[in-house]
């Protein structure tokens, strides 16, 4: 859901850039509190597969495709900070080196699917993890929950962005905004359930303080 | 830095150029959520023509010398070296910062 130039109106575009810019700015001195030795490489890591796995768009309905997102992956390896600069990264690069997603629709963007992305789904994530009993199943519907919930919230803050701007009525956009991106999301939580339980398969020896989970926060 | 964790990060890295340069041709060409919303509601000519940034490298993820998957597998292999080392790059820098606090 990379917003393109036009989109959106100039008062929509520099507010939302300007809370980006501030959040962000605040998410990278939260961020760098957790980056160690450890943490640097693995958030290198991500960016890469982020970057890369935003490329396999796959068909979600007839001549529509969606693609993973990542945000909801990351919050829950490295924290919503740490997230939050990996998928900005991200969206930066695409803007500058391959024009995906308008340099003026950067800053909502960035609010969609680095903030809001990364952090709505990662309050649920450790909602769900505190609230419930530790178990399996539980934790990898709050990891699929997780996935769903990040497409969700960007797409309704971006169908939000685009009423405001004028350029679509929101009782057409945002119904179909969501309706598209519920499908999406699906897609987005499942493979952050298996990319997560990969990685987790892996973690036995890494040492719990590289992933932490809230239900064992030490 | 135990090996497992070494093995992680590699694979990791491994696994993301596969997806961006073998996989990436056969991602599906039809358009994303936004834009086929933009296509049926009728507000995709809000769109700029051109965009404002005019001088990405690979504009869609291709380039005018390279036809085809050619484009597409060059701009994954570029695009996911340059996230990596953005990554790297900026764990760095914010890691460093967090000892003179």
């Keep these: 859901m990379h917003i393109p130039d036009g989109f959106l109106s100039n008062p929509v575009a520099i507010s939302t850039g300007l809370a980006s810019a501030g959040i962000l700015a605040f998410s990278l001195k939260k ?34 495709s969606g693609h993973f997102l990542g945000a909801a992956f990351v919050s829950i390896l490295l924290g919503p900070w740490i997230s939050c600069a990996v998928i900005s990264t991200v969206l930066i690069l695409q803007a500058l080196g391959f ?18 992305g ?61 309706g598209t991106h519920a499908l999406i999301g699906i897609g987005e939580g499942i493979i952050t359930a298996t990319a997560i339980s990969v990685v987790f398969s892996v973690k036995g020896d890494i040492g719990s303080e590289v992933i932490k989970l809230p239900s064992t926060a030490e | ?28 060409e039809n ?3 936004l834009e ?6 009728g507000f ?15 504009p869609d993820y291709a380039h005018p010398s390279f036809g085809g998957s050619s484009g597409t597998k060059l701009a994954g292999l570029f695009g996911t070296l340059a996230a990596l080392l953005a990554g790297l790059f900026i764990g760095t820098l914010l890691k460093g910062k967090k000892k003179t606090t």
């Design chain 2, 1 to 28: 830095m135990n090996i497992k964790w070494k093995w992680l990060l590699i694979g990791g890295v491994l696994v993301s150029l596969f997806l961006a340069i073998v996989v990436s041709p056969y991602a599906d």
């Design chain 2, 36 to 41: 086929r919303i933009a296509e049926d509601k």
């Design chain 1, 99 to 116: 024009a995906d997603g308008g340099i003026t629709a950067l800053g909502a963007n960035i609010l969609n699917m680095a903030i809001i």
């Design chain 2, 44 to 58: 995709a000519e809000a769109a700029s023509e051109e965009p404002v940034w005019a001088n990405a490298p690979m």
């Design chain 1, 118 to 178: 990364c952090f709505i789904p990662y309050a649920l994530y450790w909602s769900i993890n505190k609230a419930l009993p530790k178990n399996k199943g539980i934790r990898a519907f709050s990891i699929f929950a997780t996935g769903f919930i990040s497409v969700i919230s960007a797409a309704i803050f971006c169908s939000i962005e685009l009423a405001v701007s004028g350029t679509a009525p929101l009782e057409i956009v945002l119904p179909a905004m969501v």
């Design chain 1, 31 to 64: 961020a760098s509190r957790k980056l160690d030795d450890k943490t640097v490489p693995l958030m290198g890591v991500c960016s890469a597969f982020v970057f890369a796995a935003q490329m396999l768009n796959f068909p979600i309905a007839a001549g529509t």
């Design chain 2, 31 to 33: 358009p994303d959520g």
